[in-house]
């Protein structure tokens, strides 16, 4: 696992609009909605594990409650890397895509304050988790969804 991991606010003063974009894409269903994305972890036998998830960016960082009992927050507590993809839009297949260490938020007062600005009903037995960046990866596309398409990669680093 990478050693440098930073705050979600941490990442967006390093890359403005790289940051933006990411924002812009996780809460791609509009103002009042969820950012919905895919929360990747990795099974105790090494597998992947994929599900929906809906994240949330509150006071500088990237949060995300996991329902208590989910194979997926037991992946992340026994080995805390994740990788999330936003959710991918109707309009274009523009994505973002980071990864990193998932750390467990175990303080009350801060759980309180990032449960009452989710969009979703959080339910008392979901842990909340932090996901620091370390990669994070921004696609779009040159002539897309035509056949002379191709990617325009742009790649951040920790």
Not at 33 to 47: E, K, N, Q, V
Not at 136 to 142: D, G, R, S, Y
Request: charged share 25%; proline share 9%.
């Amino acid at each position: 696992m990478p050693t440098r991991a930073l705050s979600w606010s941490h990442f967006a003063e390093e890359a403005a609009a790289f940051a933006e974009a990411g924002r812009r894409l996780l809460y791609g269903f509009g103002p009042g909605s969820p950012a919905i994305a895919f929360l990747a972890t990795t099974r105790s036998d090494g597998g992947p594990r994929v599900h929906p998830v809906c994240p949330a960016i509150h006071e500088g960082g990237l949060y995300v409650f996991v329902i208590g009992h989910s194979p997926k927050r037991r992946d992340l507590a026994r080995d805390g890397r994740y990788a999330l993809h936003a959710f991918p839009s109707e309009k274009d297949d523009e994505s973002f895509y980071c990864t990193g260490p998932a750390l467990e938020v175990r303080d009350p007062a801060f759980r309180a304050r990032a449960e009452a600005s989710f969009v979703h009903h959080v339910q008392p037995e979901e842990t909340l988790f932090e996901l620091r960046l370390a990669a994070a990866l921004h696609t779009t596309w040159k002539n897309p969804r035509t056949p002379e398409t191709s990617p325009i990669y742009q790649r951040w680093r920790a």
